[in-house]
């Protein structure tokens, strides 16, 4: 019994020394390699941890199956009762955690599709009359097909070309399914606490593919940057301001803003974190492209049913 106490406990602490290392892993791979890390790494760790409760949970459960009285279970761990119990409380407490979150996603994801009422159906995209500079990747809903939400904000931010690159990055969400990476490290977070700082380190990565993808959409790295950079996104926040909403992987955010270093580099040369000393990580010395002022200055849009928070950090 004190070998298999040992192994459940070495499954609930694995995850606070996994989770730095996985994140560590994932600045190291290209952005879809490291989503699927960080991913994976969520939903191992989650099932992990739930495993081991449900078996503290079921050990009283499995003394009687094999009819050995609780009496004389007791007996030889003492604290057979009590951890079984707490192991039961802990799961009944991140099982209503797990069902507020989803319902809260579901919530807001039916409230941002209301704030879209007035906009503008063009091809795969939804024009909102809104002079703040926004633009996000919304999913479906209810037979309805995601789309691309912007402002005619936005429209006027960008010339021509820079909206295409726009266009591929949100589109890319879509495509990619990110509103649904993101939300699974969002549960994830639920089970155990160690794993909360996967889910910005994954909208990270989630960004910095869809920067790649937008770059190969139009051909030219320099203009994706450029238009990166000019873009003015802001972190969706939940209504009364409670932490970030788990469906705005999709927000057009600024390069440099968001921690992303847009290189005007070649095409083997990604889209990537940057260094301690704020230097886009590229092959040519870490030159990334960023005008001065980009994402500065910027008002955060207002839309109906969702609340926007300052800019990025």
Same mark, same amino acid.
Do not use: N
């Given at each position: 019994?004190?070998?298999?106490?040992?192994?459940?406990?070495?499954?609930?602490?694995?995850?606070?020394?996994?989770?730095?290392?996985?994140?560590?892993?994932? &600045?190291?791979?290209?952005?879809?390699?490291?989503?699927?890390? /960080?991913?994976?790494?969520?939903?191992?760790?989650?099932?992990?941890?739930?495993?081991?409760?449900?078996?503290?949970?079921?050990?009283?459960?499995?003394?009687?199956?094999?009819?050995?009285?609780?009496? !004389?279970?007791?007996?030889? *761990?003492?604290?057979?009762?009590?951890?079984?119990?707490?192991?039961?409380?802990?799961?009944?407490?991140?099982?209503?955690? /797990?069902?507020? !979150?989803?319902?809260?996603?579901?919530?807001?994801?039916?409230?941002?599709?209301?704030?879209?009422?007035?906009?503008?159906?063009?091809?795969?995209?939804?024009? &909102?009359?809104?002079?703040?500079?926004?633009?996000?990747?919304?999913?479906?809903?209810?037979?309805? @097909?995601?789309?691309?939400?912007?402002?005619?904000?936005?429209?006027?931010?960008?010339?021509?070309?820079?909206?295409?690159?726009?266009?591929?990055?949100?589109?890319?969400?879509?495509?990619?399914?990110?509103?649904? *990476? @993101?939300?699974?490290?969002?549960?994830?977070?639920?089970?155990?606490? =160690?794993?909360?700082?996967?889910?910005?380190?994954?909208?990270?990565?989630?960004?910095? *593919?869809?920067?790649?993808? =937008?770059?190969?959409?139009?051909?030219?790295?320099?203009?994706?940057?450029?238009?990166?950079?000019?873009?003015?996104?802001?972190?969706?926040?939940?209504?009364?301001?409670?932490?970030?909403?788990?469906?705005? &992987?999709?927000?057009?955010?600024?390069?440099?803003?968001?921690?992303? @270093?847009?290189?005007?580099?070649?095409?083997?040369?990604?889209?990537?974190?940057?260094? #301690?000393?704020?230097?886009? !990580?590229?092959?040519?010395?870490?030159?990334?492209?960023?005008? #001065?002022?980009?994402?500065?200055? &910027?008002?955060?849009?207002?839309? !109906?049913?969702?609340?926007? @928070?300052?800019?990025?950090?």
């Amino acid at each position: 019994m004190t070998l298999v106490l040992a192994v459940v406990m070495l499954t609930m602490v694995l995850p606070w020394a996994a989770v730095p290392a996985t994140r560590r892993l994932a &600045v190291l791979l290209p952005p879809r390699e490291a989503c699927a890390a /960080l991913t994976g790494a969520a939903l191992l760790l989650a099932g992990g941890t739930v495993a081991a409760l449900i078996g503290l949970f079921h050990v009283p459960f499995l003394a009687s199956l094999e009819q050995i009285p609780l009496s !004389r279970a007791a007996a030889e *761990w003492p604290a057979i009762v009590p951890v079984a119990a707490v192991a039961g409380a802990v799961l009944a407490f991140q099982a209503v955690l /797990l069902v507020r !979150r989803w319902y809260e996603r579901r919530s807001m994801l039916a409230r941002a599709w209301a704030s879209t009422g007035d906009a503008v159906p063009d091809g795969d995209f939804l024009v &909102v009359p809104d002079s703040e500079p926004q633009a996000f990747a919304l999913p479906g809903w209810r037979g309805r @097909s995601g789309r691309v939400v912007v402002t005619t904000g936005m429209l006027k931010t960008l010339g021509p070309a820079e909206r295409e690159v726009l266009l591929g990055h949100e589109r890319a969400h879509l495509t990619g399914r990110h509103h649904l *990476w @993101s939300v699974t490290a969002y549960l994830a977070a639920a089970v155990h606490p =160690a794993l909360r700082p996967l889910r910005p380190a994954l909208d990270f990565h989630l960004e910095r *593919w869809a920067d790649e993808s =937008a770059a190969s959409a139009v051909g030219d790295r320099r203009l994706a940057a450029t238009a990166i950079a000019r873009g003015a996104g802001r972190r969706v926040r939940r209504e009364g301001g409670q932490g970030a909403w788990p469906l705005a &992987v999709g927000e057009y955010r600024a390069g440099p803003a968001a921690g992303r @270093s847009p290189a005007a580099a070649g095409p083997g040369q990604a889209f990537g974190p940057q260094d #301690a000393g704020g230097r886009g !990580r590229t092959g040519d010395g870490g030159d990334g492209l960023r005008p #001065a002022g980009s994402g500065a200055g &910027v008002r955060t849009p207002r839309v !109906r049913g969702v609340r926007r @928070s300052g800019p990025p950090g």
